[in-house]
């Protein structure tokens, strides 16, 4: 079963992709025209490559394995930020989240 609870947009890596589309959309320079603005609509999500993909999916991957070890949301943001890219035993990650005074 794939967990993607509905209330974190970083649990869900399409939301993050159709952002980064948003994001790049409104770097474009305001128009009236209506071809101008579809034009720039299919030009955003053209590039939104499948790297960029993956790597959302990734983030979404690692933000979901920590909260599923029973962090709350703020917790489970911190030890997503730091501990990007490694792995963390739950006992070591609870430790350093009382060092950190976050639990």
């Given at each position: 079963?794939f967990f993607l609870p509905k209330f974190h947009y970083?649990?869900?890596?399409?939301?993050?992709?159709?952002?980064?589309?948003?994001?790049?959309?409104?770097?474009?320079?305001?128009?009236?025209?209506?071809?101008?603005?579809?034009?720039?609509?299919?030009?955003?999500?053209?590039?939104?490559?499948?790297?960029?993909?993956?790597?959302?999916?990734?983030?979404?991957?690692?933000?979901?394995?920590?909260?599923?070890?029973?962090?709350?949301?703020?917790?489970?943001?911190?030890?997503?930020?730091?501990?990007?890219?490694?792995?963390?035993?739950?006992?070591?990650?609870?430790?350093?989240?009382k060092k950190a005074h976050i639990v």
């Amino acid at each position: 079963i794939f967990f993607l609870p509905k209330f974190h947009y970083k649990l869900n890596f399409i939301k993050q992709c159709w952002g980064y589309a948003k994001h790049i959309y409104c770097l474009n320079p305001e128009s009236s025209c209506e071809d101008h603005l579809k034009n720039y609509a299919l030009a955003a999500l053209d590039s939104v490559s499948l790297v960029s993909m993956q790597q959302f999916a990734n983030r979404s991957h690692q933000f979901m394995d920590v909260y599923s070890c029973g962090l709350n949301k703020r917790q489970a943001a911190w030890a997503s930020r730091k501990y990007h890219g490694y792995c963390v035993s739950s006992e070591s990650l609870m430790d350093k989240l009382k060092k950190a005074h976050i639990v």
